[in-house]
């Protein structure tokens, strides 16, 4: 494993000098860029599998590490992003259960023009869902960067992001929108099915439909309160 910490592989830093760290677990590494030799270091137990090669030339392109471990090579890159141009939407299936069962994730990235992911982006976020599914995350992403030691936040740093998709009881098309300031918004199309009649003959188990289970979770936590000790809320 090699791996480039990208923390100055970036747009702002070129035409400076910065130290570019890389973590391995191999013998020796090779760092490029743009596809000239910069130096070779051994990671070890000594350096906690960490090197720094001091004073790299940061410039437009590619930067690389070639490792070895033994008899087997390893390589990693890292192409410089340019300007973030639009959003990516994807979704973790393309069909959910049309019950308490039916969780889909949504991952957003960031890229440039050319695909390329673009590190250190957090733009204000905005989750809308249309059709028979619900949001378990936050409908609205604010970066938490200026938020250190804070206790409460939705813990959006920078892109790539991801949320919670839920189903509800009822089957249909589904439709989630990611719009950001400044970017065209994004879609992603996923289907509630109807799910399998998996009754065994001589059971039965009553519906509970989500205004009772609401009703029942109400009832819960204030059975909660009174065995504390403390009186449950009245009706005005």
């Not at 192409?79 to 308490?100: E, F, I, N, P």
């Amino acid at each position: 494993m090699a791996y480039i910490l990208p923390t100055y592989w970036r747009q702002p830093y070129v035409g400076q000098r910065k130290p570019i760290v890389v973590d391995s677990n191999c013998d020796e590494v090779t760092l490029k860029v743009n596809g000239v030799a910069i130096g070779t270091q051994k990671p070890s137990a000594a350096n906690n599998h960490s090197v720094t090669f001091e004073n790299v030339a940061i410039q437009r392109g590619e930067i690389s590490v070639e490792g070895r471990k033994g008899a087997e090579a390893v390589a990693y890159k890292l192409a410089m992003a340019g300007k973030a141009a639009r959003l990516v939407l994807k979704t973790d299936r393309q069909t959910v259960s049309a019950d308490r069962s039916g969780i889909a994730i949504l991952s957003a990235d960031i890229v440039d023009a050319a695909g390329v992911h673009v590190f250190g982006a957090n733009p204000p976020l905005a989750w809308a869902v249309s059709g028979p599914a619900t949001l378990a995350g936050p409908a609205t992403y604010k970066t938490d960067t200026a938020k250190n030691g804070a206790m409460e936040g939705t813990m959006y740093i920078d892109m790539p992001v991801a949320n919670v998709l839920r189903s509800t009881a009822v089957a249909g098309a589904i439709q989630v929108t990611l719009s950001a300031p400044g970017f065209a918004p994004v879609s992603v199309s996923l289907a509630s099915v109807a799910p399998p009649d998996d009754a065994v003959a001589g059971i039965g188990e009553p519906h509970i439909a989500e205004s009772a289970s609401r009703t029942l979770q109400i009832r819960a936590a204030c059975g909660s309160r009174a065995s504390r000790g403390s009186s449950p809320p009245r009706s005005p």
